[in-house]
């Protein structure tokens, strides 16, 4: 018989006393501030049309954008300097220094530098001392998810406050030759700051969070030629380009979306009747306006500004929830949902009481 006197792998977890985790406190998460940045380079569908064969009739019936911003390098716009300003912002109006922070999140594909990492330079710039910073890569998700993330963080504990930012400068990767995909970018972002709550009922309510890699060649960006996938046209394929397949992206998100929704709803048991607002990635008029329908959601609490920014990628949500804060849209208290998809293939939502 195995002699069991000493303490074994069978001894019971209590008994092994000092090291287990600290008990979790229940506490709530506010959104204490939010900001965005824009360039200052309008593009309107004309100058597109004097480039490549297109027109403002058809871009703005198939996608809903009447114009969007490029980053103009002249004057010193980068994807750092978007980044840096929006978290400036959202600071100012949470009333709060860089220095209070604990961790610095950027959600971003499209870096003006691959190391450091953009969340590093923000913090630098900012005067957020040593709070941890890293990316997020998660092309449009890559506001929703660190909103995740940030909230999980503060919710246990182990975070007070985390600015989270997410921007994209997808102009820079853009191959203008290409029609199918070059009408629909934007440069843009957007942050949020977020805090620690005495109020447990304030926070996100339900979360989903998936990825599905195998689609990964619908929406891509090959840096060589190896990395192209079978099936793809090589001889149009500009490398460092954006690369989309418009019809399959298109597919795939007017369904997730609306997945997303139905599963966010059922998981926080409510109807789509009890949100006050969604705060929704602007990727295409037209799949904002399905969702719209499937579920009865009026025109005031879904915000759409594609059409003056087009589609942002990871700056797409926070410049919606920034635009909505500033306009007195969301208040303590309301319900609001944060849905967002995009390359990856990458979804994510997240439903708070703010
Ligand atoms: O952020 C997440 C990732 N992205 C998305 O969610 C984007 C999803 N996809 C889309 O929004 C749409 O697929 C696009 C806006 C990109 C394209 O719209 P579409 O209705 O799917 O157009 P299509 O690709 O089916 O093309 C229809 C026609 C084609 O001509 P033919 O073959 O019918 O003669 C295209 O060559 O429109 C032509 N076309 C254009 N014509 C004028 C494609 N792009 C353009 C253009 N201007 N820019």
Known sequence: M??????????????????????????GVRIAGTGSQLPSKVISNDLLASVVQTNDEWIQQRTGIRERRMCDRSKGESNRWLCTESL??????ANMKASELDLIICGTISQDMRCPSTACLVAADLGAGTAAAWDLGAACCGFVYPLNVAHDLIRVGTHKAIGIIGCDTITAILDYHNRGVCILFGDGAGAAVLVADSDPSRGCLAQVNKADGTGWTDLFQPAEEWQIPEGVDRTTTKLGCLQMNGKAVFKFAVGTFQELIAETLTKAGISAEQVDVFVCHQSNARILDAARERFGIPPEKLHVNIDRVGNTSAGSVPLVLDELMLAGKIKPGMIVMFVAFGAGLTWTSSLWRV
């Open 2 to 27: 195995a002699d069991t006197s000493s303490s074994s792998a069978h001894a019971p977890v209590q008994a092994v006393s000092g090291i287990m985790p600290p008990a979790i406190p229940v506490r």
């Open 88 to 93: 400036r912002k959202a600071l100012a109006a």
